[in-house]
């Protein structure tokens, strides 16, 4: 079953391999909790993380999880690679293998990026925070190798034409903190954004750092490849 809503009477109909009429009279007899209630509608919409069981036996227990990582330079965002460490690799012991093994990452940086990733088993949380809709703002540190000036501001904010995708990025904000830093924000992320808008000015990144995803800032006390679980509220439960 996926994140989406199903119902109740089919999902225990295929998980308990028994037919509808069995699964009502079940409801009937108020056999069946789901997150601890009994539940006698057979429309009751339920999801990937409604805890279900029939009298004792729990037939699904699946926890959201919600990770803040702080990325290193030099490790991958995937969940499998031949040559580099991955951020699944990072999580080490915080989760269980079954539970690492349901993971995705939440908006991917590049290996030579650090900073902020989160990572989840909720593909609806991860769809609102990376669906172009949400238009949700992705704040960076960003170090270059020659000068920065106004102009580049007018450039971001105006947008540039990339032929390959044949888009022309969103409007971008750029804060400029010093000759050699800026703070970039995106509401998109298309690929190597941000060193293709510098490459405009031929001006190579030469350290890019993701400091926060929405309303979900870097934990500053997060060391390079550690890990938080999060609840949904952004608070630290572990
Ligand atoms: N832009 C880039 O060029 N790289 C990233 O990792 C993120 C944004």
Redesign the pocket.
């Known amino acids: 079953m996926s994140i989406s809503r199903a119902r109740l009477d089919r999902f225990i109909s295929e998980k308990c391999q028994i037919n509808r009429k069995k699964v009502r009279l079940l409801l009937a007899q108020k056999r069946i909790r789901v997150d601890g209630l009994i539940a006698t509608d057979i429309d009751q919409p339920i999801n990937k993380f409604s805890l279900i069981s029939l009298d004792d036996q729990i037939i699904q227990s699946n926890k959201a999880l919600y990770i803040m990582m702080h990325k290193p330079v030099g490790v991958v965002c995937a969940t499998k690679d031949d040559k580099h460490k991955t951020v699944i690799d990072l999580l080490g012991g915080l989760l269980t293998p079954k539970e690492r093994a349901s993971l995705h990452i939440v908006g991917r940086?590049?290996l030579n990026?650090s900073g902020l990733v989160l990572l989840t088993n909720d593909s609806r949380w991860s769809e609102q925070l990376t669906s172009p809709k949400s238009k949700v703002s992705k704040h960076?540190l960003v170090t270059l190798k020659n000068p920065i000036n106004e102009e580049y501001i007018q450039a971001f904010a105006q947008g540039m034409y990339f032929a390959f995708e044949k888009i022309t990025t969103k409007p971008v904000t750029l804060n400029i903190i010093h000759q050699y830093q800026a703070e970039v924000i995106?509401t998109e992320?298309r690929y190597?954004?941000?060193?293709?808008m510098f490459g405009r000015f031929s001006n190579p990144?030469t350290a890019?750092h993701?400091t926060s995803i929405g309303d979900f800032v870097l934990d500053k006390t997060l060391l390079p490849g550690k890990s938080q679980i999060l609840n949904i509220s952004n608070k630290i439960i572990t």
Do not use: F, P, W
């Open positions: 940086l590049d990026t960076y995106l992320g190597h954004q941000i060193k293709r990144v890019l993701r």
